[in-house]
């Protein structure tokens, strides 16, 4: 991007999920998603690249962490929740970036599941909504969050944007989804900014842009 600059702008600590999460059924079968964690790695390397300390809190991805992001990896919805709890309260910025599972399987079965020919019936639960929850104790910081949609993208994402108290949203088509371009809007409380076919690459600068300026 061009005419952005970062000099007058001090360090802060960013805190940003992302990659898909995993909720076991059995010891080898799981829920999941086809998120491959790129925005949220780009993210992480834009901000420090921009002289922030990243804390990167990661699902299951095969992506080389960026050099000098700190990087907690989990593998389920809770174990994300547990990490974000644990370090929200050492972030200016918390981007939560995670496609992270809405289910998980009522019970997990100790042993692997036998096929036997018949139908079975798996119960799901809700997963904790991550941004939700920690949209109560927010406090002065910004929160940064993404919609991934199929119809009424920018509705839907405004929508989400007032329940969670988000001072950002990022509005995805579900096309963006393990692909290195995307379309959609970065949203606030007063402005819709569209985007369409451009790179994770760029829509990151775009993104790290708009919440320094929240500063």
Known sequence: MKNINFNKMKPKTILITAGPTKEYIDPVRFISNDSSGKMGYLLAEESKKNGAKVILISGPTAIKPPKGVAVVNVVSAEQ???????????????????AVGDYKAEKFSENKIKKTGNSINLKLVPNPDILFEISKINGQKILVGFALETDGLVKNAQRKLKEKKLDIIIANNVDSMNSDKTTGAIITKNEIEKFRNISKKLLAEKITKKYYDLF
């Open 80 to 98: 994300m929740f547990v990490q974000v709890k644990k370090y929200f309260g050492k972030c200016d910025v918390f981007i939560s970036c995670a």
